[in-house]
């Protein structure tokens, strides 16, 4: 069986003030063992976010990582680094990163080798636009961008990786894909991998993410094919967090 994952992508909110209270709050949620519970703060929290998650089952994670591994590329953070602070985790190709930074399929495959590279899990992001929806088109966006992370670096780094499926008009939108809207797409994703490598593919964690709440995440967790979820706003409020990570739980 698959464990459930709960990570929380924070974006680009939070303040020390606001943090503190924030993991306390996750630092004190029941813990089970088919239940990671992952946080996903801005760089600059990293550290000291890790230092408070020290000696707890909670994972630390960052949102995003350079595709170099060192050198003269001022404003970036590699994948060493984050290693250095404590994080076990990256995120790459958000669809933020994807539509609002300009990364396109090859750059975010390039980041999800570099987080490998320096042993962290990358929770690679797919999603398709509402327009790709309308057309028909989802599997094939989806399958594109899929490709380009398995023809850089083979199905078998997949056995280290976790997906995130994460329509693009369901983030900070309020419209959640259906529950079998969701399971469509993670079963398509699921079986695209399994005829490369069926045990990678029965093995692998596929989150959904886009405006899971505590009020539609129980339907959604239900679904076979969905094995957590990458929460955004919900993440931002502990008591809606601690009620997904319940859901998750079971
Ligand atoms: P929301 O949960 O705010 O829709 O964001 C989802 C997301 O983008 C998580 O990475």
Same mark, same amino acid.
């Given at each position: 069986m698959r464990r459930k994952l709960v990570a929380g992508n924070w974006k680009m909110h939070g303040s020390r003030l606001d943090n503190g209270p924030l993991v306390e709050a996750i630092l004190g949620a029941p813990t089970h063992a088919n239940v990671e519970c992952l946080i996903c703060p801005p760089f600059v929290y990293l550290a000291e976010i890790a230092r408070e998650l020290r000696g707890s089952t909670v994972r630390l994670g960052a949102q995003n990582l350079s595709a !170099?591994?060192? %050198?003269?590329?001022?404003g970036e953070i590699s994948a060493a680094m984050l290693r250095d602070v404590g994080c076990d985790y990256v995120i790459v190709g958000h669809s933020e990163r994807r539509? @609002?930074? %300009? !990364?396109d399929d090859l750059l975010v495959a390039r980041k999800f080798a570099a987080a490998q590279a320096r042993g962290l899990t990358p929770i690679l992001c797919v999603g398709e636009q509402l327009s790709e929806r309308e057309a028909d088109r989802t599997h094939e966006v989806i399958a594109r961008q899929l490709d380009a992370v398995l023809d850089l670096t =083979?199905?078998? /780094?997949l056995a280290r990786a976790v997906i995130a499926y994460e329509p693009v008009w369901a983030i900070g939108t309020g419209h959640t894909a259906s529950p079998a809207q969701a399971q469509d797409v993670h079963a398509f994703i699921r079986q695209r991998l399994a005829h490369r490598d069926a045990k990678i593919a029965a093995s692998l964690q596929i989150l959904y993410g886009g405006s899971v709440k505590k009020g539609n995440v129980r339907d959604l967790f239900a679904?076979? &094919?969905? &094995?957590g979820g990458l929460i955004g =706003?919900? /993440? @931002?409020k502990s008591e809606e967090f601690l009620s997904i990570m319940a859901a998750a739980r079971g």
């Open positions: !170099e591994a060192q %050198g003269p590329y001022t539509t @609002l930074f %300009g !990364e =083979g199905i078998a /780094s679904q076979s &094919d969905v &094995d =706003g919900a /993440s @931002l």
